[in-house]
């Protein structure tokens, strides 16, 4: 059963930190790039930051660049996002997408994650 699980989020004051985390099982997640997407609430899913199934290449949306890093651990399927200093409007749902090709296209279900004092 081909399964993403993200954990990790929750409620912190802005500027400081969050660590997500996912995992993958069921398919042979080292061959996929890995993706954060987020959907701040009455917004679009937007791309977060993208890692390379080899974890050479990375890209970032300009807003977190700095802020945030993704890390991959092909060893125990694992996905990371560091988030630092985290401010209000990277409040949302964060989706953990393993992607193939248009046939090999997996989503976790969500973590949220609040910023607010």
């Known amino acids: 059963q081909v399964q993403l699980v993200e954990s990790g989020g929750g409620l912190v004051q802005p500027g400081g930190s969050l660590r997500l985390s996912c995992v993958a099982s069921?398919?042979?997640?080292?061959?996929?790039?890995m993706t954060w997407y987020r959907q701040p609430p009455g917004k679009a899913r937007e791309l977060v930051a993208r890692?390379?199934?080899?974890?050479?290449?990375?890209e970032y949306t300009d807003s977190v660049k700095g802020r945030f890093t993704i890390s991959r651990d092909n060893a125990k399927a694992t996905v990371s996002l560091q988030m630092n200093n985290l401010k209000p409007e990277d409040t949302a749902v964060y989706y953990c997408?393993?992607?193939?090709?248009?046939?090999?296209?997996?989503w976790g279900q969500g973590t949220q994650v609040t910023v607010s004092a």
């Open positions: 997408n393993a992607r193939l090709n248009a046939w090999n296209d997996h």
């Open positions: 069921g398919f042979n997640a080292k061959m996929y790039v």
């Open positions: 890692i390379a199934a080899t974890g050479g290449t990375t």
